[in-house]
């Protein structure tokens, strides 16, 4: 049964993704993604190394197309990268001839002025940029980085960088922010500090967040829903390829939660679970099996595929 996509956020619908290898042939990497997304949601996603967690991202972000199927965001196909779509990568993005606050500011000063309007509207263009800064410097003391302003990102260690990454895409408050691996390079007690961060700036502006960590107790602290991506599945085919959403579950609880949610057994028994549905090479669950509990979700039916 095919979901309806006209009350949806966000609609992925027999979504494949394939790549020709080196040998000519096509390899699947996603294979029948479905989703349906509500405003405001936290999505994290999980799954074992080369399932396509960092390809789900750009999809939506619309940087790269699919091979089959639709993404449909606020009604409309996405079809190329635009502000409402913010991304943070594994390893920050940051222009190196600029200062970390001119860093931050840029986008806010791109987004409103263009060269000739700074030169032709200069007093709100100075009293606009004097309120960039002071935005930019509010979010830089909230990370721990309110010193380091006027350094470039050569003087910063990698974590500090990383940090000012998540800031530079934070304060464009795009509608859909997708996290790739972002706390990756963060030590403990920063990456804890961030995590909270993250969730305060979700609460107040109400953005819908994808994240994507290899850290399952982050994966299911963070989350409103989590999602497990997954290769490590069996069918009635004789060959499956590529990954499917195996896991897509609502996390229980009150949300956002505390950092004392992460010592509970219900924190210990969604680990165990995740870990076995998808990331267990020796464990791989019949298609008919599959955790889709979650309200929103769904799963299109392959003509080849039983359940």
Same mark, same amino acid.
């Given at each position: 049964? &095919?979901?309806?996509?006209?009350?949806?956020?966000?609609?992925?619908?027999?979504?494949?993704?394939?790549?020709?290898?080196?040998?000519?042939?096509?390899?699947?990497?996603?294979?029948?993604?479905?989703?349906?997304?509500?405003?405001?949601?936290?999505?994290?996603? !999980?799954?074992?190394?080369?399932? +396509?967690?960092?390809?789900?991202?750009?999809?939506?972000?619309?940087?790269?197309?699919?091979?089959?199927?639709?993404?449909?965001?606020?009604?409309?196909?996405?079809?190329?990268?635009?502000?409402?779509?913010?991304?943070?990568?594994?390893?920050?993005?940051?222009?190196?001839? &600029?200062?970390?606050?001119?860093?931050?500011?840029?986008?806010? #000063?791109?987004?409103?002025?263009?060269?000739?309007?700074?030169? =032709?509207?200069?007093?709100?263009?100075?009293?606009?940029?004097?309120?960039?800064?002071?935005?930019?410097?509010?979010? &830089?003391?909230?990370?721990? *980085?309110?010193?380091?302003?006027?350094?470039?990102?050569?003087?910063?260690?990698?974590?500090? /960088?990383?940090?000012?990454?998540?800031?530079?895409?934070?304060?464009?408050?795009? $509608?859909?922010?997708?996290?790739?691996?972002?706390?990756?390079?963060? #030590?403990?007690?920063? /990456?804890?500090?961030?995590? *909270? =961060?993250?969730?305060?700036?979700?609460?107040?502006?109400?953005?819908?967040? =994808?994240? !994507?960590?290899?850290? %399952?107790?982050?994966?299911?602290?963070? +989350?409103?829903?989590?999602? !497990?991506?997954?290769?490590?599945?069996?069918?009635?085919?004789?060959?499956?390829?590529?990954?499917?959403?195996?896991?897509?579950?609502?996390?229980?609880?009150?949300?956002? /939660?505390?950092?004392?949610?992460?010592?509970?057994?219900?924190?210990?028994?969604?680990?165990?679970?995740?870990? $076995?549905?998808?990331?267990?090479?020796?464990?791989?669950?019949?298609?008919?099996?599959?955790? %889709?509990?979650?309200?929103?979700? =769904?799963?299109?039916?392959?003509?080849?595929?039983?359940?």
């Amino acid at each position: 049964m &095919l979901k309806t996509n006209s009350d949806s956020f966000l609609f992925l619908e027999d979504v494949y993704v394939r790549y020709i290898n080196s040998q000519n042939r096509a390899v699947t990497i996603l294979n029948d993604i479905d989703l349906k997304i509500n405003q405001g949601e936290f999505i994290t996603i !999980v799954g074992p190394s080369g399932c +396509g967690k960092s390809t789900l991202l750009r999809l939506i972000l619309g940087s790269e197309p699919p091979t089959q199927g639709k993404i449909i965001f606020e009604g409309k196909p996405i079809n190329s990268p635009n502000r409402n779509r913010g991304i943070v990568f594994q390893k920050y993005s940051l222009f190196p001839h &600029l200062t970390i606050l001119e860093n931050l500011m840029f986008g806010l #000063d791109v987004e409103q002025y263009s060269l000739s309007s700074r030169f =032709f509207s200069f007093r709100k263009y100075k009293k606009d940029n004097q309120k960039f800064r002071a935005q930019a410097q509010e979010y &830089l003391d909230r990370v721990g *980085l309110s010193q380091d302003g006027n350094k470039y990102p050569q003087q910063l260690s990698g974590g500090m /960088r990383q940090r000012a990454a998540i800031v530079q895409s934070l304060i464009m408050r795009p $509608k859909i922010l997708l996290m790739d691996e972002p706390f990756g390079a963060l #030590d403990d007690s920063i /990456r804890q500090d961030m995590q *909270l =961060f993250i969730l305060e700036q979700w609460k107040k502006y109400k953005m819908t967040i =994808f994240f !994507v960590t290899h850290d %399952l107790e982050e994966a299911i602290f963070l +989350g409103s829903r989590t999602l !497990v991506l997954s290769q490590y599945y069996s069918t009635d085919l004789e060959r499956n390829e590529g990954a499917k959403i195996v896991t897509d579950i609502e996390i229980p609880g009150a949300y956002p /939660r505390t950092s004392k949610f992460k010592y509970t057994d219900t924190m210990s028994q969604l680990v165990r679970k995740i870990r $076995k549905d998808g990331l267990d090479p020796e464990h791989r669950q019949h298609i008919k099996d599959f955790d %889709l509990s979650h309200q929103n979700a =769904f799963r299109t039916i392959n003509k080849n595929e039983r359940r």
